[in-house]
Structures are given as C-alpha cells and as structure tokens.
C-alpha cells in the first residue's frame, strides 16, 4: 500500500454487496440479507463532505488529545463508491471554517502516538484541492 494514498480496509458482503466499516466479520448486517460471506476490501480514499461540526472539548479516552487541547473538526464524509459515510477528525489546522458541505474530501494518515515498539497512526480527512495544510 502507498503511504501517500492510504485505505482504510473494510469489508464488504459478496451476496448483497453492501459495505461495512468498521469491518463487519461475522455477519451481514442488511436486514434483507441473511449471507455471512464477507470479503475484506479496500475502501475509496475520497469522497463527498456530508457534514461536519466542530469539537470543543476535549474528549474521553481512549482519545489522544493535544495538551493543551484544541477544538478540531470532525468530519462525515461519504465515499463515492461504497455509498457509506465515514467519521473522521480533520487534519489538523483545519477548522470547521475551511469545510464546506459537498466538498470533496480525501484520507490522509496521521501519527497519533509512538511508544518504545510502534508507531500508532489514525486517519484524518483533508479537503482536495490542496485546501489548508
Ligand atoms: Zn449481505
């Protein structure tokens, strides 16, 4: 996988075709579904901004916030492709200001923390267009 081109790895049902992120291992949640055939696919790495809203406060763990904190934003941005809407911080820098709804996003990857044996990364969405930082 490029590192500048990031997935998120889903899973997808091979009987319905409907997508599921986080993945859905065990069965198909499509109610008119009843197949437990699901295949792990990569995701669309852009997509359409649905919505997003701002975070003022600084939220429980397991997140890693910055001390001191600082509000981000918070983005729902719906894949192209897939259909579905994934949740997502902003990258940082990035306020609800720069967003505007409909606007195409894509996923970038972001270092969350580092401890002695890894290096733990989340993703973030960016507007395209070279948009902020
Ligand atoms: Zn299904």
């Not at 669309?44 to 997140?63: E, H, I, V």
């Not at 001191?68 to 492709?81: N, R």
Request: proline letters at 8%; glycine letters at 8%; aromatic letters at 10%.
């Amino acid at each position: 996988m490029d590192p500048r081109e990031p997935r998120l790895l889903g899973t997808q049902c091979r009987a319905c075709g409907t997508y599921f992120f986080p993945a859905e291992r065990t069965f198909c949640r499509n109610p008119a579904c009843d197949e437990a055939d699901l295949r792990e696919v990569e995701l669309s790495r852009t997509g359409k901004l649905w919505s997003y809203t701002s975070a003022n406060y600084k939220p429980p763990a397991p997140f890693v916030a910055k001390e001191p904190f600082e509000p981000f934003a918070i983005a729902a941005v719906e894949l192209e492709e897939e259909g579905i809407t994934i949740l997502g911080q902003v990258a940082d820098g990035l306020g609800v200001e720069a967003l505007e709804a409909g606007m195409p996003m894509e996923l970038v990857l972001r270092e969350l923390y580092q401890d002695d044996e890894h290096i733990y990364m989340t993703w973030n969405w960016k507007p395209m267009d070279g948009g902020g930082a």
